[in-house]
């Protein structure tokens, strides 16, 4: 089955097979396990070099430097980068602005096959790729080489919606008329990725933006720069030209806040916390002299998300898809399960057994295969986290289990449950980005609904129930941007669980759905009489 017929880069016609999700590796079959190993050794060989911005195709090497570290073992230096100033940032901005007057005219087809070409690609180097996460995020084997699949499926399905948008879009016939609709691109953007998911997400936004026919600054997290590298040296590996995506490292404050407010800047596309992506918006919304625009702000922020366990359901599983839901990359994902909403008549059983699974979680460097958890991302997110468990006790939260640090060099944290939790607790109403599970006692069914929707994000959640009607209702009435039945509440996979939230979870961005690209675009209506 094709999509689509393209053009590859020796202007020969090709057809472009129907999307599929990137297939997960199974680290049980020797021969995939020795090639990670291999990838880790290789990738380990190689730590602590150092590497340039990249302005507009100019290498730009700067006194101050910025490093990197690993959180299993924190005086590893896994690479050093250099620290921009305001001056660089103008620079890269004006760089991306000049470069998209080339780039806004290049055949969208063209544009497709550049992605199709670095997704073949990074497929090849899928367990380098992985083994950078392993090493610079402490994501655990299957966690990385998840971040690296959805990566590859980003580019694959963003992809073939261009060559969508580039194809002739439907509008009513007029008699006496010729009417087109065309989507062209915005202009100059920036892109500022996080580190939890710090390939996925950093490809997904920076491939959106450059297939539809935008430049970009690419600001990597300053936890995360070599994987930022890593995608930019691949794309110019494959040929991306100079200044399409411009390659800049440094602090958020005054470089982030250049890049946003500069009138040359079109649109900003961000993921990460609440405080943050409120103030981008807010910087981005003025106008600054000699913007002629109004600047498109994507923004994906937070959660507090929650699991409503019914007493008509399979506790054993719920429990099992609570647990990896709650700590799944040491509960740093936006989707993570922060909330278990109970009925009362099965409380106390689910309590049991959630507290059963989080104690069989071995924790553990991350470069172990054996290690389900890792360690969190670094010194300050332990000392947030700590400090969220303390008050959680403090505000007559029980602690059932985990709730201190889990030894050895790296930032580990025991994966914590804390039962008994008010609604209103700080605990239960802001994000903590950890493994820290509040377990929540609702008096039915409905009541966990109310329960569930009393926070001011809305990204993902789910329940588990049996009821058909209670299902149908939930549905109706669980007001998240993502919500799941009966199954885990992480794992969105492109094209088949359009990702983003409601309220303070951002701006309802889709990621991975057929209306992702229209961030990036503009509609123009042409008419010609006949």
């Avoid at 890792?374 to 007559?396: C, F, L, R, T, W």
């Avoid at 549905?475 to 990702?499: D, E």
Wanted: hydrophobic share 40%.
């Amino acid at each position: 089955m094709f999509d689509y017929l393209s053009i590859d880069f020796k202007g020969a016609i090709m057809a472009i097979p129907a999307f599929k999700n990137e297939p997960l590796t199974d680290f049980l079959k020797p021969a995939n396990r020795k090639a990670m190993e291999h990838a880790l050794e290789t990738v380990k060989g190689r730590l602590g070099q150092e590497f340039p911005i990249i302005v507009g195709g100019q290498e730009v090497w700067t006194t101050d430097k910025l490093k990197s570290y690993n959180p299993s073992n924190p005086s590893e230096v896994v690479a050093v980068f250099q620290k921009a100033d305001q001056t660089i940032a103008r620079k890269a901005i004006e760089a991306a602005s000049e470069t998209f007057e080339r780039w806004r005219w290049v055949d969208p087809r063209k544009r497709a096959d550049y992605l199709f070409k670095a997704a073949r690609l990074m497929r090849k180097r899928k367990h380098e790729f992985s083994a950078v996460l392993i090493n610079e995020v402490g994501k655990s084997w299957p966690e990385a080489d998840a971040d690296t699949a959805e990566a590859i499926d980003f580019m694959e399905f963003y992809g073939r919606e261009m060559l969508r948008y580039a194809a002739k879009q439907p509008v009513h016939k007029h008699p006496k008329e010729k009417n087109e609709l065309v989507y062209i691109p915005l202009g100059a953007g920036v892109v500022v990725p996080p580190w939890n998911f710090a390939l996925a997400i950093l490809t997904g936004m920076t491939s959106a933006a450059v297939v539809t026919g935008n430049t970009v600054v690419l600001k990597p997290s300053s936890d995360s720069p070599l994987t930022g590298w890593m995608f930019f040296n691949l794309m110019r590996e494959i040929g991306l030209p100079d200044g399409v995506i411009n390659f800049i490292t440094g602090p958020g404050g005054s470089v982030g806040e250049t890049l946003i407010s500069h009138p040359k800047t079109r649109f900003v596309s961000f993921t990460g916390s609440k405080e943050v992506g409120v103030h981008i918006n807010e910087l981005a919304s003025k106008v600054q002299p000699g913007q002629i625009w109004l600047k498109r702000v994507v923004a994906e922020m937070g959660g507090k998300d929650a699991i409503v366990i019914d007493d008509q359901s399979d506790l054993e599983a719920a429990a099992q898809a609570t647990v990896a839901s709650a700590f799944g990359y040491q509960g740093q994902k936006c989707s993570a399960a922060s909330r278990a909403i109970v009925v009362e008549k099965v409380y106390d059983r689910f309590v049991d057994l959630v507290t059963e699974k989080t104690r069989a979680i071995s924790i553990g460097a991350a470069d172990n295969p054996s290690s389900w958890m890792g360690p969190v991302i670094n010194k300050g997110a332990m000392e947030k986290i700590m400090q969220y468990v303390q008050k959680g006790v403090v505000e007559g939260g029980r602690l059932v289990t985990g709730g201190k640090p889990a030894g050895g060099h790296g930032y580990f944290i025991e994966p914590t449950v804390i039962a008994d939790v008010d609604p209103k607790a700080s605990i239960a109403q802001e994000e903590i980005f950890g493994p820290v599970l509040t377990v929540i006692k609702a008096k039915d069914f409905d009541h966990a609904l109310e329960i569930a929707n009393n926070t001011e994000f809305g990204l993902t959640g789910g329940v588990w129930t049996k009821n058909r009607k209670k299902i149908e209702k939930a549905k109706r009435v669980f007001h998240v941007g993502n919500f799941y039945v009966n199954r885990k509440i992480t794992g969105a996979l492109v094209g088949v669980h359009p990702f983003g939230g409601f309220n303070m979870s951002g701006t309802d961005s889709k990621a991975g759905g057929r209306d992702y690209l229209l961030l990036f675009l503009q509609a123009k209506t042409i008419s010609e009489v006949k």
